[in-house]
């Protein structure tokens, strides 16, 4: 294992045929998908096909009945409660609904993603980079979050998702009531994580378009199953496959 937790050889996340739903509703039928280390994979596919349904087996946070998941060659524990994912596998995930504590203030907000932290020094660097790269925050950092527009809340999920440093991140649908330029801030933060950390993101986008553009890898989901996996570059470029699945 290096400093980076990857198992050599291993992809950062494999999912093999696995099966997985809400109680006895299953949604999700043999998917398989893999990740490397610092490269993101893009899921879309039409509404219910089961998209958010992929992170949430992984976090923890759906029933998983056959198949597998692999975290850097390691088994995921599936039936471990999702607090634990962070600790023992470093997943983060930024849920598709909002995950702002209203009352809180700004700051408090991102801490509370470094609660597993014990060094304050280290915490507060950490904190320090997200308002200096993020200055609409650091103008708000006192302010409770409710205060914060839809974008700059989108912005303050993700910084505190990263607070821990994941290998994985899990993120479902990041530009959603984006502007194009808090979009491209996001994709920004992501990217230079990837560069610098190694970190791999598995993200679901509406936009299609703007997260193929972004991501290594796209994988169409339809109807609990993976329809296409390919470069993100080559599923822009086939007009034929933007029009059946991606509804241009
Ligand atoms: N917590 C839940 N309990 C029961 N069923 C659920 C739950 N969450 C989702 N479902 C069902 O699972 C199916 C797939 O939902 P999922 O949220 O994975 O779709 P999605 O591809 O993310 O769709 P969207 O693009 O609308 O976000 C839907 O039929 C939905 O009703
Ligand atoms: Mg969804």
Known sequence: ???RGQAEGEPRLRIERLHAGYGRAEILHGVTLSLDV????????????????????????????EGSIRVDGRALETRSHPSLRMEGFGIAYVLQETSVFPDLSVEQNLRLG???LRDAAQVNERVEHV?????????RRRSQARVLSGGERRILE???ALMMK???LLIDEPSIGLEPRAVVEVFEMLRSRQHSEGLS??????NVRQGLRFADVGCVLVGGRVAISAPAQDLLGDGSI?????NR
């Not at 899921?43 to 976090?59: C, D, E, Q």
């Not at 308002?131 to 103008?139: D, K, N």
């Not at 933007?242 to 991606?246: E, H, I, Q, T, V």
């Open 131 to 139: 308002f200096a790269t993020h200055p609409r925050l650091a103008e």
């Open 38 to 65: 610092g490269q993101s994979l893009c899921l879309v596919g039409p509404n219910g096909a089961g998209k958010s349904t992929v992170l949430n087996a992984i976090f923890g946070l759906a029933d998983v009945r």
């Open 158 to 160: 993700i910084a505190r």
């Open 201 to 206: 993101v598995l993200l679901v986008e509406q």
């Open 166 to 168: 994941p290998r994985l």
């Open 114 to 116: 470094a609660y597993r």
């Open 242 to 246: 933007a029009d059946l699945f991606l």
């Open 1 to 3: 294992m290096s400093d």
